[in-house]
């Protein structure tokens, strides 16, 4: 029989996984599968994984994986991905935000042939304008500059079907943005929209210098425009220079009016200085991640994984 695996990547979570375990165990038992739920601690600083031994001690379908420091959102989604056995593996956050009441719903879609069903986050209560705003823009710059297509409001709730899985797991590289390489993978794909209720409890773990770092990794990993933006910008202020030195000559030869021109060289000079910068910041920009990625380290290593003592079959809370 064909069982699930749900992957849920965790920091610092202490008053969230034992809510969510219970909600996630009652929606799964009612779709009749079996399943395993992974949770990857990223490194926690407080109580979680206390309480994750806890869990383990009384279900054997839960898996806990610690990871050897924090790696990020990415990185440990990536290591669940990597070590769940499921025919599907559905991946989500284990702060309640993502509910875990559409998981049936998710199933569903996949019995129907769907071999990635992605969630759409209509809206998030409780979420500042800025954030609100800032997020659209990333999804609106995303779509405009690369050759893929991500829906707005995309998160990383999603079940995909073993072959897809396989297929991710083949994509190696360091700075990951994960709907993106969804994306790009293809398979039959379908999308269901929900409204994202706010933190069951704690805080977000992204700040703005995370999320801005996030969007970085998005748009150059899949669009080169900016480098090719430096060229136009280049190519058109070369050409705009190339004029002003025509009218300078013909000043200086045919006319009378020969001026001083300082203003003209200076601005001339601040300008191409300006858009100088700008190409190298965004040619440094890229070799960066050159660098980031030639060193080939692992993406992230494990500490340790915990074992269940509880026989298979003899769970109950
Ligand atoms: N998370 C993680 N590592 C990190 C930051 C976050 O594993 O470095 C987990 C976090 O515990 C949660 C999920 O990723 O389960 C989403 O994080 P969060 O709720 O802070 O993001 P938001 O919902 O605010 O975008
Ligand atoms: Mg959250």
């Given at each position: 029989?064909?069982?699930?695996?749900?992957?849920?990547?965790?920091?610092?979570?202490?008053?969230?996984?034992?809510?969510?375990?219970?909600?996630?165990?009652?929606?799964?038992?009612?779709?009749?599968?079996?399943?395993?739920?992974?949770?990857?601690?990223?490194?926690?600083?407080d109580?979680?994984?206390?309480?994750?031994?806890?869990?383990?001690?009384?279900?054997?379908?839960?898996?806990?994986?610690?990871?050897?420091?924090?790696f990020?959102?990415?990185?440990?989604?990536?290591?669940?991905?990597?070590?769940?056995g499921?025919?599907?593996?559905?991946?989500?956050?284990?702060?309640?935000?993502?509910?875990?009441?559409?998981?049936?719903?998710?199933?569903?879609?996949?019995?129907d042939?769907?071999?990635?069903?992605?969630?759409?986050?209509?809206d998030?209560?409780?979420?500042?304008?800025?954030?609100r705003?800032?997020?659209?823009?990333?999804?609106?710059?995303?779509?405009?500059?690369?050759?893929?297509?991500?829906?707005?409001?995309?998160?990383?709730?999603?079940?995909l079907?073993?072959?897809?899985?396989?297929?991710?797991?083949?994509?190696?590289?360091k700075?990951?943005?994960?709907?993106?390489?969804?994306?790009?993978?293809?398979?039959?794909?379908?999308?269901?929209?929900?409204?994202?209720?706010?933190?069951?409890?704690?805080?977000?773990?992204?700040?703005?210098?995370?999320?801005?770092?996030?969007?970085?990794?998005?748009?150059?990993?899949?669009?080169?425009?900016?480098?090719?933006?430096?060229?136009?910008?280049?190519?058109?202020?070369?050409?705009?220079?190339?004029?002003?030195t025509?009218?300078?000559?013909?000043?200086?030869?045919?006319?009378?009016?020969?001026?001083?021109?300082?203003?003209?060289?200076?601005?001339?000079?601040?300008?191409?200085?300006?858009?100088?910068?700008?190409?190298?910041?965004i040619?440094?920009?890229?070799?960066?991640?050159?660098?980031?990625?030639?060193?080939?380290?692992?993406?992230?290593?494990?500490?340790?994984?915990?074992?269940?003592?509880?026989?298979?079959?003899?769970?109950?809370?």
């Amino acid at each position: 029989m064909k069982y699930i695996s749900i992957v849920v990547p965790v920091y610092n979570e202490q008053d969230n996984v034992t809510v969510f375990y219970r909600e996630v165990c009652k929606y799964m038992e009612s779709t009749g599968y079996r399943f395993e739920l992974i949770f990857v601690d990223d490194g926690s600083t407080d109580e979680t994984v206390l309480v994750l031994q806890k869990l383990i001690q009384r279900d054997s379908r839960v898996r806990v994986i610690l990871l050897a420091r924090n790696f990020g959102h990415q990185l440990a989604l990536s290591c669940g991905l990597e070590h769940a056995g499921g025919d599907a593996v559905i991946t989500m956050d284990g702060d309640m935000q993502h509910p875990p009441a559409m998981l049936p719903l998710l199933i569903k879609k996949w019995e129907d042939g769907f071999e990635v069903v992605q969630t759409i986050r209509k809206d998030t209560q409780g979420v500042s304008w800025f954030k609100r705003f800032t997020s659209r823009m990333f999804y609106q710059i995303i779509n405009a500059v690369s050759d893929i297509n991500i829906s707005e409001g995309g998160s990383d709730f999603r079940l995909l079907d073993r072959k897809a899985v396989d297929t991710f797991k083949n994509f190696k590289e360091k700075a990951r943005f994960i709907r993106g390489i969804i994306s790009a993978i293809g398979y039959r794909q379908t999308q269901i929209e929900f409204v994202a209720p706010q933190r069951f409890a704690g805080k977000s773990k992204f700040s703005f210098k995370k999320m801005m770092n996030f969007a970085l990794d998005g748009i150059t990993a899949y669009s080169r425009l900016p480098l090719r933006l430096a060229l136009y910008f280049g190519g058109i202020s070369g050409l705009l220079s190339l004029l002003l030195t025509i009218d300078v000559v013909y000043t200086k030869l045919f006319t009378a009016d020969a001026v001083p021109g300082w203003a003209t060289i200076a601005a001339s000079v601040l300008l191409l200085g300006g858009l100088q910068l700008i190409g190298l910041g965004i040619i440094g920009e890229y070799i960066g991640r050159i660098f980031e990625e030639v060193k080939e380290r692992p993406l992230y290593w494990v500490s340790d994984e915990l074992k269940s003592n509880v026989d298979a079959g003899s769970k109950k809370v």
